[in-house]
DNA sequence: AGATCCGACCAATTCTAAATTGGTTGAGAG
DNA sequence: CTCTCAACCAATTTAGAATTGGTCGGATCT
């Protein structure tokens, strides 16, 4: 009945539990029994098992969770990558100030290993935007010319991060779709601004790629404001 | 029997479908009708449906997917955003040359939004790794200290990134873990970098944390290197 | 003959219901 | 009082059925 008792007969079961731990060959990722299957191979019932794999997790040498099971090693940090979840903690303003952070880093990047391939597809997404009829047209290859630019780094993981924002920029952007049905207009602003990225990638300028589309992307966001703001636009 | 006459027949249905996709209310993510229901609605034979499907995907209006449907739209770039198959086509060195080029800009964003409770967050972490006993309590807090730098610029997007990233290096470094189990010496040269980081955030300085965050990353990378190049280590 | 229709089948994907898991509660035994 | 045991709960995984676009071969019609 003293603390001490209490203690002393969960200590014991703690170093049984600890023993099977070091002996026992657990799968890739280290998952061990179900508390049900483990009480009956150590002979313990599993109010005790649950008493000694909560000591277990107080230090930090297991974690457990509903439905998963208990394993070995730290928590793994919940990791905001996915997307529907990501989207619904976040809002236009946030995502374009990392926007703002990321995307001129990786014209920059562009700007040193865009190969004569990229930039031939570069200037012709370039083409295509101006040529199109609808905003659905522009809006596919302005798409693809940012994508493009993101694929010059020659960097995979680069490539993903910039698939993820652009992944939650649909997703946050989802249901305020375009009102407006006409085409884009001949002097639209991104039409100069995508030019000067462009051409500061085929001269290898990395700080005035990382600039100009810097200077696009606050553009753009000024353009989103105002349209905000004007509901009807 | 003349390719007028194909053309003809198969025009009509296309026109058929078009009357239709511009009437119906189709769900949320544009997803149209099985194609064994839309043939049955439309009263012709699936074989024509096709067809006119067919005609449809090449100019774009619609993309279709084995088991998952047809929608209307574009399709959607294969995104790079999962985790498994982004960590096959990639490998440390590329994975580290993206990290060179993000985490440098999340250290800038931080010390410009950084509060007192991250920096009081970033200095526990630090403390906690120069007391780490074994290299897996040094990394447990090493990999905290990272991430409340990114939880320091207080964007949610950003942080997914982060996360994103991490994710990766975890299923690159897959399958070759520390080897030394001895725990990190007093000089290790990460602690002298984390601290240039954590100060220069508590000064606002973006550039110096910027900066730091680089150096950190370079050193990090050439003991990489240096352990890959001595297998026994 | 030759195109078309029809049914069946295939592989990729989604949907659904059962099984599993850690967490919790309450009655009863010691 | 404490411990045990069984049942139950919600989160999660798993496995199998159902669905979907794509394909093939024989039957049918022109």
Same mark, same amino acid.
């Given at each position: 009945?003293?603390?001490?008792?209490?203690?002393?007969?969960?200590?014991?079961?703690? &170093?049984?539990?600890?023993? *099977?731990?070091?002996?026992?060959?657990?799968?890739?990722?280290?998952?061990?029994?179900?508390?049900?299957?483990?009480?009956?191979?150590?002979?313990?019932?599993? !109010?005790?098992?649950?008493?000694?794999? =909560?000591?277990?997790?107080?230090?930090?040498?297991?974690?457990?969770?509903?439905?998963?099971?208990?394993?070995?090693?730290?928590?793994?940090?919940? !990791?905001?990558?996915?997307?529907?979840?990501?989207?619904?903690?976040?809002?236009? $303003? /946030?995502?374009?100030? $990392?926007?703002?952070?990321? /995307?001129? /880093?990786?014209?920059? $990047?562009?700007?040193?290993?865009?190969?004569?391939?990229?930039?031939?597809?570069?200037?012709?997404?370039?083409?295509? &935007?101006? /040529? $199109?009829? !609808?905003?659905?047209? *522009?809006?596919?290859?302005?798409?693809?010319?940012?994508?493009?630019?993101?694929?010059?780094?020659?960097?995979?993981?680069?490539? =993903?991060?910039?698939?993820?924002?652009?992944?939650?920029?649909?997703?946050?952007?989802?249901?305020?779709?375009?009102?407006?049905?006409?085409?884009?207009?001949?002097?639209?602003?991104?039409?100069?601004?995508?030019?000067?990225?462009?051409?500061?990638?085929?001269?290898?300028?990395?700080? =005035?790629?990382?600039?100009?589309?810097?200077?696009?992307?606050?553009?753009?966001?000024?353009?989103?404001?105002?349209?905000?703001?004007?509901?009807?636009?």
């Amino acid at each position: 009945m003293l603390a001490v008792d209490e203690a002393g007969s969960n200590r014991s079961v703690v &170093t049984q539990l600890r023993a *099977y731990l070091a002996q026992a060959t657990l799968p890739e990722d280290g998952r061990l029994p179900a508390e049900r299957d483990l009480s009956a191979v150590l002979g313990v019932t599993r !109010t005790e098992l649950r008493k000694a794999l =909560g000591a277990l997790e107080a230090e930090g040498q297991i974690w457990r969770h509903v439905g998963k099971g208990t394993f070995m090693g730290n928590r793994p940090v919940d !990791t905001l990558s996915d997307i529907a979840a990501l989207s619904k903690r976040t809002n236009p $303003a /946030e995502l374009m100030r $990392a926007r703002l952070i990321i /995307e001129p /880093e990786i014209a920059r $990047a562009a700007a040193l290993t865009a190969t004569p391939m990229h930039l031939a597809e570069l200037r012709m997404c370039q083409a295509r &935007t101006r /040529e $199109a009829a !609808t905003w659905r047209q *522009y809006e596919t290859w302005d798409t693809r010319l940012h994508r493009t630019v993101a694929e010059a780094t020659q960097n995979t993981p680069l490539l =993903g991060l910039f698939d993820m924002l652009n992944a939650l920029r649909r997703a946050v952007t989802w249901g305020r779709l375009r009102s407006n049905p006409v085409k884009p207009e001949p002097d639209h602003h991104s039409f100069t601004e995508h030019e000067t990225i462009i051409t500061a990638i085929e001269n290898r300028d990395m700080n =005035g790629a990382a600039a100009a589309m810097r200077t696009h992307l606050q553009s753009v966001e000024r353009n989103l404001l105002a349209r905000q703001s004007s509901e009807a636009d």
